[in-house]
């Protein structure tokens, strides 16, 4: 990142390199949140987004794409019931956890071998069912690989990040640390058989969700912010707010930016229809977000309000409190992350 930005800095760059820079900057900030992410998985501080969904719905998208993730030689067979599994979680670690189970079978099997992938919503099987897990209807997705198998004394181990039993160079030691910690935090549990010269087959134990009749939202139609509406931005961070201001300004929306909560509580008792939403650091000198939020839901109960944070600790705290009424967007975001929180808001005021 750093070579990227000095040479960013040289006169005369050519468009093209200019774009490679850019883009390779981004790749390594998408890879360290990745890689931190998969970390705070494990120490089970992930912050999940959690939505009802239908996991034989998740499985069977991932696997339109299990040529590409097993290769040629790996036969797949997928097995789901014809009634949907409906489970209550985050949807992308869902996901991201199914594609590390994939690629760990895998690399399990050298490339080559048969790998069964089965969806049952039932109840958890008792016979060695862990303390952790309690008595109830659970979805598990299992998946059976021909691999070389686990010894016993290192099934303890393979869920430890940075473990591995890969050579050198194959794998960061995460993909499993990130199933065991979006398990844990889901109220489930990952469970393992293996055989040394027989394969392996991992569980995914997640509960079954009480209420089903929740749509989850497409995330991959990403509203866009509608022009004319106009966000107080409170951020004290120069750095920061340089770069967030015009990327709200590309998105359409008029901002104020301030860098203080008291010099926000002045902004809008002025006149606070003048804005449509803020959007506040959480961690500031003097008065946090979390204050001003308290004190805008107070003076203006009708205002949206958005927090944002990079303590990955603070955010999984505040987002596991379901009684507040501000939304919470994790740093670093995207442009249409930002986009679409902003969007959220601003349309479920107008419902109101």
Excluded at 51 to 58: L, P, Y
Excluded at 88 to 108: I, W
Excluded at 214 to 235: F, N, R, S, T
Excluded at 244 to 268: D, I
Aim: proline share 5%.
């Amino acid at each position: 990142m750093r070579s990227c930005s000095d040479l960013l800095k040289a006169p005369n760059l050519e468009e093209h390199r200019r774009v490679k820079y850019v883009e390779a900057i981004s790749s390594t900030v998408d890879r360290a949140a990745r890689l931190t992410g998969q970390l705070l998985a494990f120490a089970r501080r992930q912050a999940l987004q959690p939505e009802v969904f239908d996991v034989c719905k998740s499985v069977a998208r991932i696997g339109e794409m299990m040529d590409t993730l097993t290769g040629a030689r790996i036969q797949v067979n997928i097995d789901l019931p014809a009634e949907p599994c409906f489970i209550f979680a985050d949807g992308s670690q869902f996901d991201t956890a199914l594609v590390n189970m994939v690629v760990n079978a895998r690399d399990a099997m050298s490339g080559a071998g048969r790998l069964s992938i089965k969806v049952e919503c039932a109840a958890c099987p008792t016979a060695d069912q862990p303390a952790s897990l309690s008595d109830g209807d659970y979805v598990t997705v299992s998946l059976t690989d021909t691999g070389a198998g686990i010894a016993k004394e290192k099934l303890g181990l393979i869920f430890e990040p940075f473990y591995t039993t890969k050579s050198v160079g194959q794998g960061t030691g995460l993909g499993l640390s990130q199933v065991f910690g979006f398990a844990k935090q889901s109220g489930g549990e990952v469970l393992v058989e293996s055989e040394l010269g027989r394969g392996s087959c991992f569980t995914l134990c997640l509960p079954s969700a009480k209420n089903h009749e929740v749509v989850a939202q497409d995330k991959h139609c990403a509203p866009i912010a509608l022009p004319g509406l106009c966000v107080l931005m409170v951020e004290d961070n120069q750095d920061i707010g340089t770069f967030t201001r015009p990327m709200l300004e590309q998105l359409g929306f008029q901002v104020l930016w301030v860098k203080s909560a008291a010099e926000a509580l002045h902004e809008l008792s002025g006149n606070p229809e003048n804005f449509h939403v803020v959007f506040s650091d959480i961690a500031m000198p003097g008065m946090s977000g979390l204050e001003l939020y308290a004190e805008i839901e107070a003076r203006y109960p009708w205002m949206p309000v958005v927090l944002t944070t990079g303590y990955s600790t603070e955010f999984a705290t505040i987002a596991k409190d379901e009684a507040h009424r501000f939304d919470l967007l994790q740093k670093p975001y995207s442009r249409e992350d930002l986009a679409a929180i902003l969007h959220r808001a601003v349309s479920r005021t107008g419902e109101q």
